[in-house]
Every structure is written in structure tokens, then in C-alpha cells.
């Protein structure tokens, strides 16, 4: 014998809810309007793109320059523009469009170790919308 479970009209409108935002969130992460990070170099959370003058993290590819480093196939970059961007806090943004990058850990693949991010490597502009574990004291950019 089966037992029955009765669904109310409340449950039935939350589960249509959830599904709903689920699905615009995967449309909108599609679309590149939305991001999440899982990673612990910036905070964790939701980011959701702007126009560069509101960024306060940015997305991006290697180049180049990062070809002979071991990490290099784990991330997007000229060779594989579909792999893996990096998403980073913008620290400071240079005269000539490049920027500097800061990750939140010493080992964080940032500006120290690959140098100023250019123009060419730049995907997306991020401002966060939801941060899970953001340090009190860090700004949220320039």
C-alpha cells in the first residue's frame, strides 16, 4: 500500500517559487549576469556584473605571459577561452586600462604572481551582491 502525501496551495507556490528563481539564476549565470564564487582568494557569494566605473572585482583570462606556469591549463586563457576565469578584487586600476588584482589569501593567484591584468584579459565586471565570508575590514573595491 502507498501513502499519499497532500501538498497545500502554500507549498505548491514556494516549490513553483524555487524552481522559478533557479532558473533564472542558472539563466542569468548562462548570460554572464550573474556569478558565484566557491573559491576562499576573494569572498565567497554571488556577483552580479556592472559597468567597469561600479566594479569592484573583475573576471579574466590568462595570457600569454602565464604559459609556462603550471597552472595555466586549469584556467581560460588565448588557448582555452571557455576554461575556468579568475575572479579577483580590483586594487587598483592603472593609467593605461590595466589593472592590479588582490586575492584575500598570500597564495592567491593574483598581481603579485601574474602581474597587471590588461585590457585583453578582462571578461566581465563584478560587484557583489551576496558575500558569505567577507572580511569586515576589506573594501569592496575602488
Given at each position: 500500500m502507498m501513502a499519499s502525501v497532500a501538498i497545500t496551495g502554500r507549498q505548491r507556490s514556494v516549490t513553483i517559487a524555487?524552481?522559478?528563481m533557479l532558473v533564472g539564476v542558472f539563466a542569468a549565470n548562462k548570460a554572464d549576469l550573474i556569478i558565484g564564487n566557491p573559491t576562499t582568494s576573494v569572498p565567497r557569494g554571488i556577483y552580479?556584473?556592472?559597468s567597469?566605473?561600479?566594479a569592484g572585482y573583475v573576471s579574466f583570462?590568462?595570457?600569454h605571459r602565464h604559459r609556462d606556469r603550471d597552472?595555466?591549463?586549469?584556467?581560460?586563457s588565448?588557448?582555452?577561452?571557455?576554461?575556468l576565469?579568475?575572479?579577483k578584487r580590483i586594487a587598483e586600476r592603472q593609467q593605461d586600462g590595466s589593472l592590479i588584482v588582490r586575492g584575500d589569501s598570500p597564495r592567491a593567484l593574483d598581481s603579485r604572481l601574474l602581474g597587471p591584468v590588461q585590457r585583453h584579459q578582462?571578461?566581465?565586471w563584478w560587484k557583489p551582491l551576496i558575500q558569505i565570508d567577507a572580511a569586515t575590514d576589506m573594501e569592496d573595491g575602488p
Open positions: 524555487v524552481v522559478i552580479y556584473a556592472v567597469p566605473e561600479y583570462c590568462l595570457d597552472y595555466y591549463d586549469r584556467f581560460c588565448t588557448d582555452r577561452p571557455r576554461g576565469r579568475i575572479l578582462i571578461r566581465a
